[in-house]
């Protein structure tokens, strides 16, 4: 298909740099005025969501805060500790330095509410962002210039999924309800159309990408999943949901490993060098909701699900088809509201999602904020909460960038950047 041109690109300029005041306070600083915190910080004090079932799975033992990394790694080398120590005293060191960050930035620059994030896979301070009106931003925060802005169609053009091109970095995949799964440049011009609906009643839902293979994976609002190579030729095209495939997510390590996720409230895993119809699957992991996501952890290990209720699940390669864990926590499905991912750490065992309080949620407390909640994806244990007072909405979407250092949320409107304090003094 022809190269076709996108509307006009443009800036936008609704950046604010966070000055130190008040909102720089952590939960436990803002409890008095929030009248109550459910969890707050790490620690043996913190009551946690952990009604959670964990299937006898015995965590690392967790290095204590004041033991030296440094000697951790010298111990390791005259072999007087194990790998699995290191890596938890890393991880242990990591999550003392989340109780300092704060919002180093904000961006509001949609006129309807972020629906895709996705960061850059080589530049840690470059983020990109779809709204439901089908508008994307790309906004380096480490530098001055104003991001770039594709306009979108407005209603009906929601950015569904997002993935920079891991061949060219200047380009990004992209599927949407004006349905189209779309490789374009952030000129805004349309690069090739990979998968495209002749009806307004189909629109693509989510979208993968593996460079290894060269594969593009996509599925729709009706069950279909399209595998096609990074040519535009469809290999194959089958129904493999009963309805809407909200996630697909191909396995960093095994790329031919698929995980499909849908309302049919099943996450079903693949291999697609064997796919020949709906009944092909390795393993079908039947959830009592709808499923927002299935994600795999960057070593390919494991599998992170996301229900559209209360429960968030941890799979292991040793055993798929039966969960490690289930984790309590409010994350209620409403239709005004971006669905709420729960994400992984790239290099450390941990979960990060947004928290959506509910009165019939069993912790529920009163005053309850809408925290970004940290969990290890061990023992299922809260770990750390964030909260600004002054972006006090509910972050839909979390994602670390590749180094692990920043995060980046997506909270109704807005793009909130968080990182450590004194990285934001430094600046």
């Not at 946690?48 to 010298?74: E, K």
């Not at 009963?242 to 698929?258: E, I, M, Q």
């Not at 509910?358 to 925290?371: A, G, H, I, V």
Request: aromatic letters at 8%.
């Amino acid at each position: 298909m022809a190269p076709k041109k996108r509307p006009e690109t443009q800036k936008t300029s609704e950046i604010v740099l966070r000055p130190r005041n008040k909102r720089s306070r952590s939960p436990r600083e803002l409890e008095p005025e929030a009248k109550k915190l459910c969890a707050k910080g790490s620690g043996p004090s913190r009551r946690c969501d952990s009604d959670c079932l964990w299937a006898g799975l015995a965590g690392p033992q967790i290095l204590p805060p004041c033991r030296s990394i440094v000697r951790t790694l010298h111990q390791h080398k005259l072999g007087r500790a194990s790998w699995p120590s290191v890596q938890q005293g890393l991880q242990q060191s990591f999550l003392h330095t989340l109780d300092s960050y704060r919002i180093l930035q904000k961006a509001a620059p949609f006129d309807r509410r972020a629906t895709s994030l996705v960061w850059h896979p080589t530049h840690p301070s470059t983020v990109a962002v779809g709204s439901k009106g089908g508008d994307i931003m790309l906004w380096n925060f480490g530098i001055k210039d104003k991001p770039t802005f594709i306009k979108g169609i407005g209603a009906g053009g929601s950015i569904t999924g997002l993935k920079f091109n891991p061949l060219n970095t200047n380009q990004f995949y992209a599927s949407s309800m004006e349905g189209t799964t779309r490789l374009q440049d952030f000129k805004g011009n349309i690069l090739r159309v990979f998968a495209s609906s002749d009806t307004i009643n189909i629109w693509f839902c989510s979208l993968d990408v593996s460079a290894s293979s060269r594969m593009v994976v996509t599925g729709d609002n009706v069950g279909n999943v399209i595998l096609l190579n990074m040519d535009g030729k469809e290999l194959w095209n089958l129904r493999m949901h009963k309805k809407k495939v909200t996630h697909v997510a191909l396995n960093p390590c095994c790329d031919w490993f698929l995980a499909t996720a849908s309302v049919d409230q099943t996450v079903k895993i693949w291999d697609v060098r064997q796919v020949r119809g709906k009944a092909s699957f390795l393993y079908s992991l039947p959830h009592r909701h709808p499923v927002n996501a299935a994600c795999f952890s960057s070593d390919g290990a494991r599998l992170l699900t996301t229900d559209q209720k209360s429960e968030i699940r941890v799979y292991s390669a040793s055993q798929w088809d039966c969960p490690l864990g289930l984790i309590p926590h409010p994350h209620r499905h409403f239709q005004h509201l971006t669905p709420i991912k729960a994400a992984w750490h790239p290099r450390y065992n941990l979960i990060v999602v947004g928290r959506y309080p509910d009165p019939n949620f069993k912790s529920c407390t009163p005053y309850e904020l809408r925290t970004i909640d940290v969990f290890d994806g061990n023992s299922g244990k809260m770990m750390c909460q964030l909260y600004d007072p002054e972006s006090s909405g509910i972050s839909s979407l979390n994602e670390f960038n590749p180094m692990g250092d920043t995060l980046a949320s997506a909270m109704g409107y807005h793009v909130l950047i968080w990182s450590q304090e004194e990285a934001r003094t430094r600046k």
